[in-house]
Structure formats: C-alpha cells, structure tokens
C-alpha cells in the first residue's frame, strides 16, 4: 500500500538504526554508554519537584489549562527575558508557551507555511528546524554556513536562486548539533540583511544557558527592532533538565506569536497547570539552579576533551550546548557517519549520534552528548581507544556487525 503524502516526504530516522543497535546491544549484556541522545541525565532542582507535589495537591488545577499558558507562567518568561538580555516583552501578546521547543517550532511551521513556500534553514542542523516546515508543505534551501563572514553572503545566494522568495530564515545558536555560538553583531548583521528582504527571522535558542568560556549566549531580540520580524524559541528542558515536563517558549513578533496561538487553540490544551506552575517558580528562582547545570555540563565536557584526546580521538572542545560536534577520525571517515557510528556501538560499547542525521553536510562527524557522569564518560574513552588502537590498524577489515546479518 503507497504510504501518505506527508509521510512520503520524510526520509527513514537515521537515528532508529542506531537505536535499533543499541537494544539489541543491550540484550545480548553489553554495556552500552550512551552519549547519542540528548536526553538530560540529571534529576530536575528540588524546588522546581516540591512546588509541583504542591500545586498538584489542589484539585482545580487538575481541569483543562490555558494553550498559551497561564498568566503568571507568561509574565515570569517575559521577566527572565528582562533579566537576561535587557528585551522587554508583553506577556499578553509576545508570550507564549509551548510543548518544548520542538512542538513550538513545529507548529510554527503550521502556522505560517503555504504549500511551496521556501525556508531557508543551516544544514547540518535540528532535525525539526526542515522537517516542521517539509511537513507543512514547504521546501527547504539547505545553507551549509556558520554564524562568521561567509553567512550572508551564502544567504544572499538561496535568495537568488529560491522562487518563489523564501519566506523565514532559521537561526540556531549555540548550535545543536554543532555547538556553533553566534555574537551579537552576526544578529545585527542578519537581522538588517532579513529586514531588507522581508524575511521572517525564527531563532532556537534552546542552549542558551548551558555555555562555558564566560560568554553568555546573545538573543536575536537583542537588537533594535528585532521584534518586528522574529520569534524566538527557548526550552526549559536543558536549563533546569526537565525534559519529560515538556514546557518551552515562543516570544517575539505579535503577528507571529498570534498565528502560532491560533493554531494551538485548536490543537492542545497546555501543558498540565501543575507544571506550568512549577515553571514559573523556576523562572522566578535566583539563577542557582542554572548555575549548577551549567557547571555539571562544563566539567563533562572538559573531561571528554581530555579522555578522548588522550584515546587518539582528537575532539574540538564546544563552547555551549550540551554536545561536541566530534569529526570522525581520518581512518573511518570514508564510512560515513552512520556506519562509524554503528562501529561504535559494536565494537567499543558506546552509542553518538551519526551526523548524516541532522543533514547530508554532517556525515564527516558524530554528536556527542554530555549526558553520561565524568566516569562513565572516561568509561567511553578507555573503550573507545582499544577499538581505535586495533581497528586503525586494519580499518578495513572491522565492518559492522550488522553487515553479516
């Protein structure tokens, strides 16, 4: 039977093949160290749990709740815009929460796409930043480009060469999967650039706590006048890791804040009251909570520089986000990131996240995720470097396992 349309348009999940492998890894009794998934290892903040038990305590809270969230949830994100990068928002009209930044984005896309439309979207980057809008029935302009001088001008050319004029541009610094931070002066740059060709700006700004060299991470609504062509995206997910609470923000241009609480009327009834309270207490908190995260983040990824590097597995060290855009060494390049990534788990015990996955410009490398403890990461690394210390010698003779099957 021919499957879907919009089914049609989606290509096989790479990451379920490496899925598939680890499970059954896992069956067999190995021990697989997972740093593939960007999943949050650690237990969310006391206060943000206690606060919930609280409120959910209290029967009225257990009926339907508010779409675009409750007032006091949508005053306390525009209060920590204020806090953190001096941008005043109307919680009324330039606030609304989301199901996690993916389901923002997502419905988004729902939003404001016409079939045919053209989005101009970084490649290799999150998968639902191009899918969101393939899904929609939009066309996606891959830009292979980092936040540096080449930036516009590579956007000038998918301009020039989309018909008809793309519609929005995506941004996403710190980069997932890349780990990519952009400064305040490339915002400045793409927003006058976006403004000129009447373009829609929507920025993910999911990592924009979990940063280690001192520099906080900017916002696009940073700049002057920003707010008439943007909307940004943020997550609570990996600020407090509270993943499975599923509570994100959009904020930004009313018009598009308006479309995009539109269509969420029709499709969902927010989040739980109870978690959308607890939100907000965590929004209102004094920052520690944050600080620690970070922290934990910061010690994992200057272990994983060091333990992978002394394994043979040179690894640039990101300076945001909770991944290293990892290159795959030279022996195995030639593989792809999809069949190193299965060597991986076959023969080392440790599962990353094959590049190809967030785009055809990602096969030379892997995503790492710091979602292991500092043991289990040099854990990895021992592994990692008997694989390496055997297979470079004789890299064509180690083949996946799953070759023979």
């Known amino acids: 039977m021919e499957e879907f349309h919009k089914v049609r348009r989606l ?124 899904m929609s029935g939009g066309v996606i302009r891959s830009l292979q480009v980092e936040p540096d001088d080449g930036f516009i001008p590579a956007v000038e050319r998918g301009i020039r060469h989309s018909i008809p004029k793309p519609l929005a541009l995506i941004l996403n610094y710190p980069s997932n999967p890349t780990a990519l931070v952009a400064s305040l002066d490339f915002y400045k740059d793409v927003v006058a650039f976006a403004k000129k060709n009447d373009i829609i700006i929507l920025s993910d700004l999911a990592y924009s706590e979990i940063y280690f060299d001192g520099n906080p991470p900017p916002s696009v609504l940073q700049v002057p006048g920003a707010i008439d062509i943007c909307v940004e995206f943020t997550s609570m997910s990996k600020t407090f890791s509270m993943p499975g609470w599923r509570m994100g923000f959009a904020v930004g241009n009313e018009r598009l804040i308006s479309a995009l609480t539109r269509v969420k009327s029709y499709l969902d009834y927010g989040a739980f009251t109870p978690i959308q309270v607890a939100a907000a207490h965590a929004l209102n908190g004094d920052g520690a909570d944050i600080a620690e995260v970070r922290e934990v983040y910061h010690k994992r990824r200057d272990v994983m520089v060091d333990a992978f590097g002394r394994a043979g597995w040179t690894i640039p060290a990101p300076a945001a986000s909770m991944f290293a855009w990892a290159p795959i060494p030279e022996p195995f390049r030639h593989l792809g990131s999809l069949e190193f990534s299965k060597l991986l788990i076959e023969h080392a015990d440790v599962a990353v996240a094959p590049g190809v996955g967030f785009g055809e410009h990602g096969d030379d490398y892997v995503r790492v995720a710091l979602v292991e403890n500092e043991h289990r990461i040099r854990q990895a690394a021992r592994n990692i470097k008997r694989f390496l210390s055997t297979s470079v010698k004789q890299p064509n003779n180690v083949v996946p396992l799953s070759a023979h099957r």
């Open 11 to 134: 290509p096989p999940y790479v990451f379920e093949q490496v899925n598939r492998l680890k499970a059954s890894a896992r069956s067999r009794g190995a021990d697989i160290i997972d740093l593939g998934m960007g999943n949050p290892d650690l237990p969310t903040p006391k206060a943000i749990v206690d606060k919930l038990c609280e409120v959910v305590r209290d029967p009225r809270t257990h009926r339907y709740s508010s779409s675009r969230g409750i007032p006091g949830l949508r005053r306390a994100q525009a209060a920590y815009y204020q806090r953190r990068f001096g941008v005043k928002l109307d919680p009324d009209t330039q606030v609304v929460a989301t199901l996690g930044s993916k389901e923002g984005f997502a419905n988004m896309a729902q939003a404001i796409t016409a079939p045919g439309d053209v989005i101009l979207c970084p490649n290799p980057t999150y998968p639902i930043h191009a899918f969101g809008f393939i």
